[in-house]
């Protein structure tokens, strides 16, 4: 999370601003994910730009890739001729798509470590509680043998370094170690007043996170196959990353030059990524799959508003009728320069007879518009 930490902590800063004001941690979630894709739009709307300006093109280089489909390099050349003549930059959107994704995984960091960017907790003091909280968990566990051994592995996978969950299956248990906790503080150079102020700030974000008494901080599946209210949580959260693929592989199949097109990289884009979200939302706690719900919704609203203002679909269809006119009026103007080179033959063939007739003493021929049959002229004269 090093390198998110330039974005995560004013955005941790606007999270905490916004929990002031707001009842509980899922309204806060939605507010916050609002403003923050509001803030991006400018960002989106240049990459629609850019889609735009690409579908635009999209026609003719679908010709193009007919025609140098076999000549990879040819085939390159000419689309950049192209891209180059229209002005359309093919790495237009890299920067902003980086400096959107960068937001992005900032966004994530927040959202998964609210005592470090919401609460700003020091990172000892959370590893002190974490380690309290692991040796009371372990402690507790009425297991024994390789069942135990099993159970210790998966507590302490739960709080590494590496975990994106650590800090929320740390709120998770705070009401139950609460006195542990205060004592570990104390222990670690704190006074007893601000360790209870400590404890005190985290039981509140813990609270933060429950809903008509669910805790968000729960894992839906951890009840194995029972069903629980957390599930609910978990199906919006795949259907609604389903709903986001499916309007975007349809406007990119509609946009994309069919030569580019690969059925089994969209078929598993439309329908694998969805699927993956859903299996991650029943082993992640459940806040974490509230924020995928609410960006995946405003990310199909955002793509929505996009689309009405610059769609590629409508751009790509105008710029195929603009191109079989301009095809139409190239065929035109073939035909009258064609007309234009036969009748200026013609002309200069009757000159041509002419001064022929007028050599051999003859009147001029008056009716010849085609070289007269076997090469002979009339003579009207005899």
């Known amino acids: 999370m090093g390198i998110f930490s ?3 902590t004013p955005l941790g800063y606007l999270l905490k601003f916004i929990c002031q004001y707001l009842p509980n941690y899922l309204l806060a979630i939605f507010v916050f994910t609002f403003l923050v894709k509001l803030l991006l739009f400018p960002v989106n709307i240049s990459n ?8 635009r093109l999209a026609p003719r280089l679908e010709r193009i890739q007919k025609k140098y489909g076999s000549d990879r390099q040819k085939l390159m050349e000419k689309q950049q001729a192209l891209y180059e003549k229209e002005g359309v930059k093919m790495t237009a959107g890299c920067l902003p798509q980086i400096l959107q994704m960068l937001v992005l995984f900032s966004i994530i960091a927040v959202i ?39 159970k210790k592995q998966e507590i302490a996978g739960e709080y590494t370094e590496g975990s994106y969950y650590r800090e929320l299956n740390l709120l998770n248990y705070v009401d ?41 901080l729960e894992i839906p599946n951890k009840d194995g196959i029972t069903p629980n209210w957390l599930w609910i949580i978990a199906i919006l959260s795949g259907a609604s ?38 299996i991650f939302s029943f082993i992640v706690p459940a806040g974490v799959a509230v924020y995928w719900i609410f960006s995946n919704l405003l990310a199909l609203l955002q793509t929505i508003i996009l689309n009405k203002m610059y769609d590629p679909v409508k751009i790509r269809a105008q710029a195929e009728l603009e191109y079989q006119e301009r095809r139409r009026r190239k065929a035109e103007d073939r035909e009258r320069l064609k007309q234009a080179r036969l009748e200026e033959q013609r002309a200069w ?14 009147k001029p021929v008056k009716k010849t518009e085609e070289p007269a049959e076997d090469g002979k002229e009339e003579d009207n004269n005899e």
């Open 112 to 150: 998964y470590m609210p005592l470090t960017y919401v609460e700003s907790m020091e990172a000892a003091d959370i590893n002190a509680c974490i380690e309290v909280v692991q040796q009371e968990r372990v402690e507790d566990l009425e297991l024994t043998g390789e069942a135990l051994e099993k």
């Open 6 to 8: 330039l974005f995560a």
């Open 349 to 362: 063939q009757m000159e041509e007879n002419e001064k022929k007739a007028q050599k051999q003493g003859k």
């Open 241 to 278: 990353a389903m709903l986001t693929s499916i309007q975007s592989m349809r406007h990119q199949k509609l946009t994309m030059p069919e030569t580019q097109q690969q059925p089994g990289c969209t078929k598993w884009m439309m329908y694998g990524m969805p699927l993956m979200s859903l």
């Open 48 to 55: 629609q730009k850019n889609a735009a300006a690409k579908a």
């Open 176 to 216: 139950n170690y609460e006195t542990a906790i205060t004592d570990k503080l104390v222990a670690t150079g704190k006074t007893p007043e601000v360790a209870k102020g400590m404890v005190a700030s985290m039981k509140e974000t813990q609270s933060d996170f429950s809903i008509l008494g669910v805790s968000l």
